[in-house]
């Protein structure tokens, strides 16, 4: 009796606390009625998974603004306060504003779309690297791939260039410290993010860089979708693992170390303010050819959810066509509604998704459940069905592409650590609308009548998953 009403006092102080964050309201009453009806299970589960953290800072504010200052010196004059193409100024005018990230210019941006090409090209750009090599990813994996990549690395530490990996505790749950203690050996610096056995126990568990972000020398870079696993390079069973990552050589490197160092401040405490991490190539000037990129990150800790606003503002301005691949879809309402909005305005919106999934049904089960709210709408969803779907990619109008890490989906949007490379450039955006109408070709065209017509327990267990989608 006693216990459970220590139980239940316990259970009313936090949902209490769950009123008080003012958070959106649908997310309240998920979090409220779970800690009412089984508050054991609840409490649980909120302390692990519901806390929200933006009263929390990554690193301090002067030492925020000591990196924002090497990075302005690297740059120079490849700030561009005013875009060519006036259609973004406010979409680029947000994400400086929300996220203190310019758009820059004189990038060389590549795109991959496979795994093997990318990562040969990523090895040749460390080898010849003498400074400097700083790497993040969410997976980095004891097979042949990630052994490739450590010998790579140990041998570049003992050729005396500064060498830091960082990667996520929980993403590679089970892979042996070995791994990792024989990179330590070789002189590689490794830091996990937020330690698995503490985090555990305390709020932090749900706290998780999803980043994938490769800075050589500071002028050579990596991003997008694609970790370091064998099946990212030979695929699941039901087929090839379809990514994508991009390369930059430019100035835009400088925001993507920045958000490498600040990550690693708020892991290790150690403070890496020094000027070599940001140089400044000779080749930099305002008037330079290149693509303009804007690097944006987002995490559980900044004030806005940076990624998604910047999502939800490039939809709005959408005029001609929009084409969205992600591996899993579980929008946000704003989100939701821009698309919807963007299609009825006459917008071709197309939708391209997993037509299976790779880390449980839950999750493709809750993510058709948005179907029925798209497609009367008119939006076009396809299914690729050669693979899996890994990508995570926006284009628009021939002149706008987001590349990055983040998902559609709530754990992305609101509480990974994220990046995405917002680029304003024709031909890159051409060569990304070219991409998806290749992928078309491996696509089903999910036909509104079709669909009206599954079975009722597909139709329940989609519903049943989207309830479960705060914390999924």
């Not at 006693?2 to 309240?28: C, D, M, T």
């Not at 929200?52 to 603004?65: G, L, T």
């Not at 600040?262 to 000037?285: G, I, S, V, Y």
């Not at 559980?300 to 503002?313: A, K, L, S, Y």
Request: charged residues 20%; aromatic residues 10%; neutral net charge.
């Amino acid at each position: 009796m006693i216990f459970e009403i220590i139980l239940g006092l316990i259970a009313l102080s936090v949902v209490v606390v769950v009123i008080s964050e003012n958070r959106k309201p649908y997310v309240s009453i998920f979090w409220i009625l779970f800690i009412t009806v089984l508050p054991g299970v609840g409490l649980a589960l909120y302390l692990l998974l519901g806390k929200d953290y933006r009263s929390r800072r990554i690193i301090r504010p002067d030492e925020m603004a000591r990196f924002d200052t090497l990075r302005d010196n690297s740059v120079g004059n490849n700030i561009i306060a005013t875009l060519p193409n006036e259609k973004y100024q406010k979409l680029a005018d947000m994400m400086l504003g929300s996220n203190d990230t310019p758009v820059l210019n004189g990038n060389e941006v590549r795109i991959f779309t496979d795994f093997t090409p990318m990562f040969q090209s990523m090895l040749d750009d460390i080898a010849r690297a003498k400074s400097f090599v700083h790497i993040q990813f969410y997976i980095v994996e004891d097979d042949e791939v990630g052994r490739q990549l450590s010998s790579l690395l140990i041998r570049k530490a003992q050729e005396g260039v500064d060498v830091r990996l960082m990667f996520d505790s929980w993403g590679n749950l089970f892979v042996k410290g070995d791994y990792y203690n024989h990179m330590r050996r070789g002189g590689v610096k490794v830091q996990s993010f937020q330690k698995f056995i503490p985090s555990m126990f305390t709020r932090d568990v749900n706290c998780r860089t999803h980043r994938k972000i490769v800075v050589i020398d500071g002028i050579t870079g990596y991003t997008g979708g694609m970790n370091i696993a064998r099946r990212y390079r030979d695929g699941i069973n039901h087929g090839v693992w379809r990514d994508t990552h991009i390369r930059l050589h430019g100035p835009a490197v400088a925001q993507l170390e920045l958000s490498i160092l600040a990550d690693w401040r708020f892991c290790t405490k150690e403070l890496l303010d020094e000027p070599r991490f940001f140089p400044t190539p000779a080749a930099q000037t305002q008037e330079s050819q290149g693509s303009l990129v804007q690097i944006v990150t987002s995490s559980p800790m900044d004030e806005w959810n940076t990624v998604m606003q910047g999502m939800v503002q490039a939809i709005a301005q959408s005029r001609r066509y929009l084409y969205l691949q992600t591996p899993y879809f579980i929008p946000s309402p704003p989100i939701l509604m821009g698309l919807r909005n963007a299609a009825l305005a006459g917008v071709d919106v197309r939708l391209m998704l997993p037509a299976k999934a790779d880390r449980g049904a839950i999750t493709l089960y809750a993510s058709k459940s948005y179907f029925r709210d798209l497609m009367p709408a008119g939006v076009k969803i396809y299914l690729y069905n050669k693979g899996y779907l890994h990508a995570k990619t926006m284009v628009c109008d021939d002149d706008f592409v987001t590349i990055g890490s983040t998902n559609i989906d709530p754990r992305s949007l609101e509480q990974n650590f994220e990046v995405n490379a917002f680029i304003y450039d024709h031909d890159v955006a051409v060569h990304q609308r070219d991409i998806f109408l290749d992928d078309m070709q491996f696509c089903t065209l999910v036909v509104s009548e079709e669909w009206q017509q599954r079975k009722k327990t597909e139709k329940f267990l989609e519903s049943s998953a989207r309830i479960l989608t705060p914390i999924l």
